[in-house]
């Protein structure tokens, strides 16, 4: 009998400690008497993962010692309501990566959601906190406030913050100012080397001309100055654009193993000006490689008019495509990632139709037909692109 009142006192204690506890975890949670909670973020905090370079979950067993934690706000759901934060620690309030204020020990700080949303222009807000270890000192709520007569109370809480909108200075768009005058400069640089030549060459109707008398090839040849200048301003352009999409997170051909993981200026330049030689290296790896095809093909003076059209013709639809992603990388382009895998239809039809009108402007004019050179483009053109696509994705 002695047992059974014991073991029944043991059950009593222990559910009383429960009790206390979930009532000390409650409370701890318990916005201002104005606000009830919609939503407990408590069990959202996520931390950096340098592994998997983004936020994982938060796990207890694992990340007790992290001082910096944050959370995904989602502002379109949740419009009207407010968004409350406290630390019972001294602690620092930073949103998408700017400090914003300070938090004070135990007091709650009140954000709109609807100004939040105004402000940033984004369905989610990233929320961190950096303060003490772990989680247990940190609460965020999603309140609605039961006084409906709150006017004035967006530029209330605006006035609370350091800056509620950070200047946002990217290191991805000082990069892509560098790069838009670096390849300004060098088209510059080549318009002083030879104006006509380069008149001609950026005149898309000197890609079309078929006579054999006023090709460029007979002025410019693929080793000369103006021709390896060109073929470095395609470079840094094929370079830019393949740097846009591995930045937005479209990993083209795996191009991110080849980058640095730092996201700083310097680095953004170093990494271009890899990629750069390592197209221009390939453009002429592929010029040589249409000599040896076009001698076993008896095709060897079609070579260097072929390889200026090549050139003339990437110059034109990457100059746009730059002029493009340019404008684009001053913004937020976060809606390229559910169009990743279309990403890969504007080459495909540029190479496409490049091939067909390379084959109608070098054919013969008195043959339709002529498979040497139809055999010819396809070694050069079609089957590179085979490759390119297996491996571009």
């Not at 997170?249 to 750069?276: A, C, H, P, R």
């Not at 093909?297 to 079609?302: A, E, P």
């Not at 139809?374 to 491996?391: A, R």
Request: proline share 4%; with cysteine.
């Amino acid at each position: 009998m002695k047992s059974i009142h014991s073991l029944l006192f043991l059950v009593v204690i222990t559910a009383l400690l429960f009790a206390g506890t979930a009532a000390r975890g409650a409370e701890k949670a318990l916005p201002p008497e104005q606000f009830f909670p919609v939503y407990d973020y408590q069990n959202d905090w996520l931390v950096y993962s340098n592994q998997y370079k983004n936020y994982v979950p938060f796990s207890k067993g694992i990340n007790e010692g992290t001082r910096s934690v944050s959370l995904y706000v989602d502002l379109l759901k949740n419009r009207r309501y407010f968004l409350l934060v406290k630390a019972e620690n001294e602690s620092y309030l930073f949103l998408e990566g700017a400090l914003q204020k300070k938090l004070l020990k135990d007091e709650w700080l009140e954000l709109n959601i609807d100004s939040l949303f105004r402000i940033y222009k984004k369905e989610e807000l990233l929320l961190s906190v950096y303060g003490n270890a772990g989680i247990e000192d940190k609460s965020v709520l999603i309140c609605n406030k039961k006084q409906q007569d709150y006017v004035g109370s967006l530029e209330k809480t605006a006035s609370t913050l350091i800056n509620i909108k950070p200047i946002n200075f990217s290191p991805f768009s000082n990069f892509s100012i560098l790069a838009m005058l670096i390849i300004l400069i060098l088209n510059v640089w080549i318009f002083n080397l030879n104006p006509m030549a380069f008149s001609r060459v950026i005149n898309p109707l000197e890609f079309f001309n078929n006579d054999p008398r006023e090709q460029l090839s007979k002025l410019n040849k693929p080793y000369s100055n103006n021709v390896i200048f060109l073929v470095i301003t395609v470079s840094m352009l094929m370079g830019f654009v393949l740097m846009f999409f591995s930045h937005n997170k479209v990993n083209l051909f795996s191009v991110s193993t080849i980058l640095s993981e730092e996201t700083n200026t310097i680095q953004y330049l170093i990494d271009f000006l890899m990629l750069s030689l390592i197209f221009f290296l390939l453009t002429y790896g592929k010029f040589i490689f249409m000599v040896l095809v076009g001698q076993m093909l008896n095709l060897d003076k079609l070579v260097d008019t072929l390889f200026l059209k090549i050139i003339q013709s990437s110059y034109y639809f990457y100059i746009a495509l730059f002029l493009l992603v340019f404008m684009l990388s001053i913004d937020n382009a976060r809606w390229l990632i559910p169009l990743r895998p279309y990403i890969m239809f504007p080459f495909l039809i540029f190479y496409g139709i490049r091939f067909i009108t390379l084959y109608i402007v070098s054919k013969p004019p008195t043959s339709f037909i002529n498979l040497y050179l139809f055999s010819y483009l396809c070694v050069i053109e079609i089957i590179p692109l085979i490759i390119g696509i297996k491996f571009a994705m």
